[in-house]
Every structure is written in C-alpha cells, then in structure tokens.
C-alpha cells in the first residue's frame, strides 16, 4: 500500500538526517551574545605585542599558547549538549507543527471528503503541489539528508497525471500521518537523550 510505502522513506530519513544539532551550522558560528574574542572578521584573539625581547623561542610560545587558548574557548563556545539540543528540537517541531496546522487540516478534510464519496473541490494538480509544499517545508524545517529527501520525493509525487483528485487527497493525508509518526519519534528520541544527561 501507499501509506507503507510513505512510512517506509519517512523511516529512512529518520535514520540518516541530523534533525538535531542545527543550530550549531551555517553563519560562521562565533559568540550568541554578539561579543567577539579577537580583532574581529574571524581574525581570532588580539595578539600580544612581542616587544623587543630577544628570545625567539620565548615571543613564539607566547603566540602559540593564545592562539591555541582562543582554539579551546571557540569550540567551547559551539558545544551544545544533549538536553539543549532535545530542546531546540522540540521548540522547532512546536513551531513547524504550528504553522502547517491549517494545511494538515485541509488535508485531512480533502480525504475524509473523497473517503465519502463526496466532490473534492480541489485539481489532482493543485492538490500534488499543495502536497510537495508540505514536503519541501519539512525538508528545510529538518534539514533531511539530500538522498532522503529525494527518495521520499520521488515515492510520494511519482505518478504525475495518473492519479485522481481523490487519490491526491488520500495520499497527501496519508502523507501527514507518516510527517506526525516521524516527528514523535523524534520528539521521544529528543527526550531520552536529554534524560540521559540530567
């Protein structure tokens, strides 16, 4: 069945995306609060003016020990442990389930409605593309893996042209249901992670 099939590629995503963790990529990193260590633009810690010493050796330890100083206090500044990774999770999850809510319920409503035999008020074309949205914005909520993301795309939107409206709206529906399943398990994963640090 289709529903299987969706649950199948939503389960390998599970398995293979770094769903958590985010927030330590892209923009280059660097303090939360804004306060830079160093001479700014990445430039790393102010270095201490060697003065006229002579002793080489000497003025050379000194650069090496701030600059492996600044190397130890950037990393500790990127750690992010489990619990405050569980949490960002959970916090990005609340947010993307609240803002897809109205398109979940059209959903839904759409497959009840074709379930009953009744009219569905909406194209097959205008219900794929209402389904690769919600695809896509899971994809970049989540940041799932590129060959996840494309085997669950091409299982779910394949079919192009052959299937009814009614179709469309049973499998976006089916769709949501394997987005909710994988986003518990998440969340249920989030929380042990976090518990096993407390």
Known sequence: MRKTTILLFVSIAMTTS?????????????NPGGKG?????G??????VPGRSSDANSTARDI??????????????QKMTRAEEAKLFRSRAAE???ESSGRRTEAMALAAAAREGK????????IRSGLKRDLTEWR????IDR???????????????????AQWAERRAEWFDARDQWIEKQKDWASKSSDTEQ
Do not use: C, H
Not at 64 to 77: P, T
Not at 140 to 143: G, H, N, R, V
């Open 18 to 30: 770094p769903v958590l963790a985010q927030g330590r990529s892209g923009g280059g990193g660097g």
């Open 37 to 41: 260590n160093g001479g700014g633009m």
């Open 43 to 48: 430039s790393g810690p102010p270095m201490s």
């Open 64 to 77: 090496s020990r701030q600059r492996g100083q600044f190397g130890r206090d950037f990393a500790e500044q």
């Open 96 to 98: 993307y389930q609240a």
């Open 119 to 126: 009219p569905v008020n909406q194209s097959a074309k205008e």
């Open 140 to 143: 970049d909520t989540f940041k």
């Open 147 to 165: 060959k996840s993301w494309q085997d669950i795309r091409d299982k779910t939107l394949a079919d192009e042209g052959d299937l009814t409206p």
